[in-house]
């Protein structure tokens, strides 16, 4: 059996598998497994081929049938490739039978989505965060990496050979250390606790949304800082923090992990501590990739996790980000049958139900070319101030006045 933990250099040439279901059309898949590809760039794996097949849920044993496993076993051996991705999670005795039918290294999309985090983890906080998820995704999975002692338990078919009393010295192992992270991870927190108070009465603002979409780019850009922003997926992982001045109002604006569909629940789980600051904030900006072929979807995904971290009912401005890359698909300006969302241009999408979704504030901007980024100045600044002015009333009444601050405008 393979070792995952141990890849090679062969297998970092990889075949992607997806399945099309009852729930997953064959769109669906399609897009699902370009956004695998872009995982496994960012894993600096590179993709071959890939595989897909119908069938109305994924078959118990190995995920998917025994001709399409034949078909992929030969197409493997034949290009010398040493990894098979799975864009679903694999149960365990799922990926142990594959590997063994495969003879090569299975991965799954949270198994690639944690180590892509392994690989960006910079800071103690973050590393012990992807440490605690990699060991709680491990354990389940442990016995087939002990499967090359099966045959130091003899040929009686009785249980309780050296082999399994190994697998269960390596399960306690690795509990002692869940417990021992998860220990370490609550002093963390408290420290991180400690600086949250010690910022003063200061309004936060947090910025959140898919990975890839442009959030630290904007950070950049509020904040008059350096944030480090790449076009690859999860670039930032540990949480950013810095003081905002707009006009004479300051405030702490947040910029943190991005989220993604599939997210493995470890993840969300040992980063929760991470989106406290998400889970304070006053104010979220939700960023959305507007050029994105299935924004919409990662729209939801990320209202679906803030909801899993106890987010879903924060204030928050939508903010439609790469405008300058949005493309409308060509329409026939004579069809009677009205135009598909993605025919639509970009300032039918501002006057659709898009502007106003689910009753959230939203602007439309290029954080990259800077389109319409004093728009979302004066937006969030009004939204900060009546935040603040709410919070503290009696130190509203010079500080906003806003015929003060033209005058002194004037004045510079």
Do not use: C
Not at 254 to 265: M, Q
Not at 342 to 353: F, G, H, I, K
């Amino acid at each position: 059996m393979i070792d995952p933990h141990q890849l090679t250099a062969e297998a970092e040439r990889a075949v992607l598998i997806g399945l099309v279901t009852d729930d997953q059309d064959t769109d669906k898949v399609k897009e699902y497994l370009d956004e695998l590809e872009f995982l496994a760039t960012t894993a600096a794996i590179r993709s071959l081929e890939r595989f897909v097949q119908r069938l109305h849920k994924p078959d118990g044993r190995t995920y998917i049938g025994s001709g399409k496993l034949a078909e992929i076993k030969e197409w493997v051996k034949a290009n010398e490739v040493g990894l098979v991705i799975f864009d679903d999670e694999l149960s365990p005795a799922q990926q142990r039978n594959l590997e063994k039918e495969l003879g090569i290294a299975v991965l799954d999309r949270p198994r690639l989505i944690l180590d892509i985090f392994a690989r960006r983890a910079r800071t103690a906080h973050a590393k012990t965060q992807v440490e605690l998820a990699r060991y709680e995704y491990m354990l389940p999975r442990l016995t087939k990496l002990w499967t090359h002692l099966e045959r130091q338990r003899g040929g009686t078919g009785t249980r309780g050979g050296a082999g399994e009393k190994e697998i269960e010295t390596d399960r306690r192992i690795v509990r002692d250390r869940i417990a021992l992270l998860k220990a370490q991870l609550r002093d963390i927190d408290r420290q991180m606790a400690t600086q949250r108070g010690n910022r003063g009465k200061l309004v936060r603002v947090a910025l959140v949304g898919y990975t890839n979409v442009g959030k630290s780019t904007l950070m950049n850009l509020l904040a008059k800082s350096q944030v480090f922003a790449e076009n690859k997926l999860f670039a930032t992982l540990d949480t950013t923090v810095r003081k905002v001045v707009l006009g004479n109002l300051p405030f702490l604006l947040s910029d943190t992990v991005g989220f993604i569909r599939k997210l493995p629940h470890q993840l969300i789980e040992s980063f929760k501590s991470t989106l406290d600051e998400t889970r304070e904030a006053d104010l979220l900006l939700h960023v959305v990739d507007i050029s994105h072929a299935d924004f919409e979807e990662q729209y939801l995904t990320v209202k679906q996790t803030l909801g899993e971290i106890g987010a879903g009912d924060k204030p928050t401005i939508v903010v439609f980000n790469k405008i300058d890359a949005y493309r409308a698909a060509p329409s026939d300006p004579h069809d009677l049958v009205p135009k598909r969302r993605d025919q639509l241009t970009l300032e039918e999408l501002e006057r659709s139900w898009m502007a106003g979704m689910h009753e959230e504030e939203s602007i439309f901007i290029s954080a990259a070319s800077r389109q319409n980024i004093d728009g979302l100045r004066d937006l969030l600044y009004r939204r900060v101030k009546a935040i603040h002015v709410a919070r503290y009333p009696y130190e509203s009444d010079l500080l906003f006045d806003d015929e003060f601050l033209r005058n002194a405008a004037g004045k510079d």
